[in-house]
């Protein structure tokens, strides 16, 4: 299933554009060049890590039962470079072929909504399947929907970076795996609480026709005076 919406999309790309529209297209795997203004790395790399930090201090100030610390340094880089593959199976349809025409007739922020609607219906027979309850599938796919807001707001900042999507949802999947025991202290609840927070503060300040026009930047503020 990982691979299906390149496979997806490179079958759509060919119909029309022939193997130079799918070479285009996979190229946008590794369009970092995009990225000008490198600040935009800081939540790439370090925002759901945050999170899962947050998570994981809330489930030990409430008393939670949390296991003993087994972090492998080469188990990381495993889970990354699994993950990051996995990433391109999915991010070169989601974010390289089909987010821009749902933006382009709704606007980001309801665009966002569809693809990450679709995206958790997407993993629920995979959550089933490895017989997680009903009420942490509920959760986990609300979680979802919001996440797909906050990958918009990257990619529309960083010139529509398709590598910046690879990159965020290979963080996604590995920040629980960053704290201790490989994240079974992982609870979706606070997950997605936090990133329902993460996805309104960004929508308020951003707007949701673009998700890319910062309301309150210094010149505007220096404009007004």
């Known amino acids: 299933m990982t691979f299906c919406p ?22 946008l795997s590794f369009d970092f060049k995009k990225i000008k203004d490198k600040k935009w790395y800081i939540p790439i790399v370090f925002l759901m890590p945050f999170i899962a930090v947050l998570s994981y201090g809330y489930v030990k100030m409430t008393g939670g039962i949390l296991p003993e610390s087994k972090i492998s340094l080469l188990s990381v880089l495993i889970f990354f470079l699994v993950f990051f593959i996995g990433a391109i199976g999915e991010e070169v349809g989601w974010s390289g072929y089909v987010i821009d025409p749902l933006q382009n007739r709704y606007g980001a922020f309801k665009a966002s ?21 009903t009420n942490w599938i509920v959760w986990q796919c609300m979680g979802t929907v919001f996440l797909r807001i906050i990958m918009v707001w990257i990619f529309n900042n960083t010139r529509k970076c398709v590598f910046a999507m690879v990159l965020f949802h290979t963080m996604i999947n590995i920040s629980p795996y960053l704290i201790p025991n490989y994240g079974s202290h992982y609870d979706p609840f606070i997950f997605s609480i936090l990133v329902m927070i993460t996805a309104i503060t960004i929508t308020f300040f951003w707007g949701t026709k673009t998700l890319a026009e910062f309301k309150y930047s210094f010149a505007k503020k220096k404009d007004s005076i």
């Open 6 to 27: 390149l496979l997806a999309a490179a079958l759509l790309v060919y119909q029309k554009r022939k193997f130079q529209g799918v070479k285009e297209l996979l190229k």
């Open 113 to 133: 909504l569809i693809v990450g609607f679709v995206w958790a219906i997407w993993h629920i027979i995979p959550y089933y399947q490895t017989h997680q309850t």
